[in-house]
């Protein structure tokens, strides 16, 4: 079956669900142009999820994936959050903060059975997950209504897993993605491969449709994608410029800079592991320090950090989240990226 059947969709491309730099303008782009427009919920509460998922069914109908990160929320420790702020001490003496005066908080969601009563109301053709997916329960309430299920396998492993557990087709990401890695089966980075060496195996090991990710950036990328025998692809670093997101002014300006050619899989950020440009953060606490708490929790206290930086201009504590290959990012709309990126099929 062709993604375009399995998805009802004119074009085999989908855009990233991007948590963070964009909401319902880039998905809107993206599925009227013809291919999959995505909606990142992970750092979105219920109300404004509801007000962005109105927004597009008003343009999309329910052509469009929504996404969400399925983790499950670790209980707050007292002592790994010291443990962090007393690696962030050093930086924030230098900027002036007081550290007492930061919340400790989640920065993001997983998916819950609140947001899939909230779901319910729209019934959006996809839903797609990151980090596994929710209970059997979550999933099959989500089916309810037709929609098809997506989930990211960074290894033959999860593929399989992910198949035994009822997706519809599986996102193939290998390590040259921008944003965290989908990983669930394992911690181990060693596990993780390339986009070239990951859907092949996944093509073969699986039954379902394939949708490869990680490094994809232009026409000649999807067509070798495709070629490597996935069904589409998914791509989300080429849009981070587009006028649709609120990609960050020091964000854009990395992506635009040399720089962009340097990126590293940093738990900094979040607790997990994912890819962005390094930085001085990175080079300096990471890229992978043993001393962040359990995902999410190591976001809240780079906050204040990340904000005074870029109150100068500066994205010295910013997650500039970017895959490897930057080189298709451009300040184009989104339909005309999309439709670009569908040139050579
Ligand atoms: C800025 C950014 C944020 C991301 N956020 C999410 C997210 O919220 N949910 C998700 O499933 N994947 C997320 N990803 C990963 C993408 O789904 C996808 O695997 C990746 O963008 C593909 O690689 P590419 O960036 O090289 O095109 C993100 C990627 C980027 C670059």
Known sequence: MTLQELLGVELPIIQAP?????????????????GLGSLPCAMLSLDAMRSELAAIKAQCGTRYNV???????????????????????????????????????????????ETADLLSEFKPAVVSF??????????????????????????????????????????AQGNEAGGHRGMFLSTDLTTQVGTF????????AV??????????ADAKGVASAMGLGAVGVQVGTAYLLCPETATSAVHRAALKSDSARHTALTNVFTGRPARGIV??????????????PAFPLATSAIAPLRAKAEGSGSGDFSPLWSGQ???GCKEIPAAQLTRGLAADL
Request: with cysteine; net charge neutral.
């Open 279 to 292: 930085n001085r953060i990175i080079r300096e606490v990471g890229p992978m320090s043993p001393a962040v």
């Open 207 to 216: 039954k379902l449709p394939v949708i490869a990710a990680g490094g994809i």
């Open 197 to 204: 060496a990951l859907v092949p195996q996944v093509v073969r």
């Open 325 to 327: 290959n930057a080189s």
């Open 67 to 113: 996404n969400f990160f399925c983790h499950v929320p670790p209980a707050a420790s007292a002592v790994s959050e010291q443990r962090w702020r007393a690696a962030l001490a050093p930086y924030y003496k230098e900027f002036g903060i007081d550290a007492t005066t930061i919340p400790a908080g989640p920065g993001r969601a997983p998916f819950t059975s």
């Open 18 to 34: 991007m948590a963070g730099v964009h909401l319902s303008a880039l998905a809107i782009a993206v599925s009227n142009a013809g």
């Open 130 to 171: 990151h980090f596994g997916l929710p209970s059997a329960e979550l999933v099959s309430r989500v089916k309810e209504w037709g929609a098809k299920v997506l989930s990211s396998a960074t290894t033959v492993e999860e593929a399989l897993w992910l198949e035994a557990h009822g997706v519809d087709a599986i996102i």
